[in-house]
């Protein structure tokens, strides 16, 4: 397996920082969180959409991967909103 450094974006620190989510939650949850999405075709760089549940709180991460640099990149951290997801918050809601 690869060994990734962690970057976090500016944009995804100020949001950290505006909803309590710490540099330790990140890392557990791109460690061993859960993708419910990925976006293969995005740019610069292919993203996924984690999950994680970190002290009682579900996050979502969008972490894009840099392949030539070994890099994973922190793009926005995020609690998901409960009417836009499911109750697991694995699934987005239908649009009514």
């Known amino acids: 397996m690869f ?3 962690l970057i ?3 944009h995804a620190r100020e949001r950290m ?3 309590g989510i710490e540099h330790t939650d990140i890392e557990e949850i791109v460690n061993n969180g859960e993708v419910i999405q990925t976006y293969p075709h995005a740019k610069p760089y292919p993203c996924d959409l984690l999950t994680g549940t970190i002290k009682g709180r579900t996050i979502h991460v969008v972490v894009a ?3 030539n640099r070994k890099e ?3 793009v926005t951290v ?3 909103d409960v009417d836009k997801w499911d109750s697991t918050f694995s ?3 239908k649009r009514k």
């Open 3 to 5: 060994h990734f450094e």
């Open 78 to 80: 995020y609690e998901p």
């Open 17 to 19: 920082l505006t909803r």
């Open 8 to 10: 976090i974006t500016n």
């Open 91 to 93: 699934s987005r809601r």
């Open 65 to 67: 991967k840099d392949y």
């Open 72 to 74: 994973r990149i922190i």
